[in-house]
């Protein structure tokens, strides 16, 4: 037996708690990837800072920078991975709660002009969309992990040489 769960309002004019319920969850959640997205990123940026600084010791065995430079391109290859599933995920969520419409009423009385409809997510949204400020987060936060894989790759070549 499933449940199915319809994020469309119910008969009447205004939406019923158990609807804002679902919405905040989506909502939650993808606020919550949002913010695990930066925290991995963090962390994948200290650790690969220690790379860095690891392959930097002179006075260590020429296999140890080597290593150390392969180690840190598999560190990207998976920061890489993280990043763009947890922005994948985000965008699940976020087209979630996007998609509820939220209504509610102003006054007691019956008639439709007293009611509207409105998702302050997807008002938040649109404004950061029409910008472009999503894809160019996207790009950036991406184009800093091709950069550190680059700076591996070079430092690999240049011990090798």
């Not at 989506?26 to 990837?33: I, P």
């Not at 002009?113 to 938040?124: C, E, G, R």
Request: net charge negative; hydrophobic share 40%; with cysteine.
């Amino acid at each position: 037996m499933t449940a199915e769960v319809s994020n469309e309002p119910p008969n009447s004019k205004e939406t019923s708690d158990a609807t804002l319920a679902l919405y905040s969850s989506y909502v939650a959640v993808a606020n919550s990837e949002r913010e695990t997205i930066w925290q991995r990123y963090s962390a994948m940026l200290i650790a690969n800072s220690l790379v860095f600084g690891l392959r930097d010791t002179q006075s260590l065995n020429v296999d140890v920078p080597i290593l150390a430079s392969v180690f840190g391109v598999a560190l990207c290859v998976a920061w890489w991975k993280l990043t763009v599933w947890g922005w994948e995920f985000y965008d699940i969520y976020s087209k979630g709660a996007a998609s509820f419409t939220i209504t509610s009423s102003t006054s007691s009385g019956s008639n439709d002009a007293d009611s509207y409809s409105s998702n302050p997510y997807v008002d938040q949204q649109l404004q950061f969309i029409k910008k472009g400020y999503g894809d160019r987060i996207k790009k950036m936060s991406l184009s800093v992990i091709a950069i550190f894989v680059c700076a591996h790759v070079y430092f690999s070549i240049r011990i090798i040489v």
